[in-house]
């Protein structure tokens, strides 16, 4: 892991990726709770405009989870390079100039921003895509992590400074270090 890479600026729509890909959870029985309510209501608790999906977009709209959960996942900023463009490229994006917050501020606020997509799902594809595409550009692309707990498989940026966050929350890390310390003493 790189010591000099950025934290990544707190962005409402890249927390709602974060949710979003948590959807599947290992430690959730069933594991994956996905459904286009729950999409709704994590859009609107991240302020995030809803996408207006269907029920009939559920499959597609599991396919862009676990797509984005790749780049989470990947081993590289080249593979995730890759799995974005791939993304942003398959669901239709366009390059814009937008004035807004969580721009990569020049002066006046102005970033380039994907956008566009033909259908609600590639909407949130392309959303998504961009949150991620921004933070791995931005230079945070390190700090995009699976968490490393047994079974845990949840997504998460490391936020900390040092750049050595290993689990998704305190609980994870609770049970790997419980887990450690059973090893130790048997």
Do not use: W
Not at 1 to 20: H, I, K, T, W
Not at 103 to 132: I, K, M, Q
Request: hydrophobic residues 40%; charged residues 25%; positive net charge.
């Amino acid at each position: 892991m790189c010591g000099m890479s950025r934290v990544p600026a707190a962005d409402s729509l890249l927390a709602f990726v974060l949710d979003f890909c948590n959807t599947y959870d290992l430690l959730e029985d069933p594991p994956d709770r996905l459904s286009i309510p729950l999409v709704d209501r994590v859009a609107e608790r991240h302020g995030v405009p809803g996408f207006g999906l269907r029920a009939a977009d559920l499959e597609p709209v599991r396919v862009v989870r676990n797509e984005l959960y790749g780049v989470f996942a990947a081993e590289s900023p080249a593979a995730q390079v890759e799995i974005l463009n791939r993304l942003l490229s398959t669901y239709g994006a366009v390059p814009r100039l937008v004035i807004g917050s969580g721009a990569s501020l020049s002066g006046d606020g102005v970033r380039v921003a994907a956008t566009g997509g033909d259908s609600p799902v590639a909407r949130l594809a392309v959303a998504a895509a961009d949150a991620l595409a921004r933070a791995v550009a931005d230079g945070s692309a390190d700090r995009l992590r699976t968490c490393l707990g047994d079974p845990c498989r949840c997504v998460y940026v490391d936020r900390t400074k040092a750049n050595r966050q290993r689990y998704c929350c305190e609980l994870c890390n609770d049970r790997m270090a419980s887990a450690a310390y059973r090893r130790r003493n048997r």
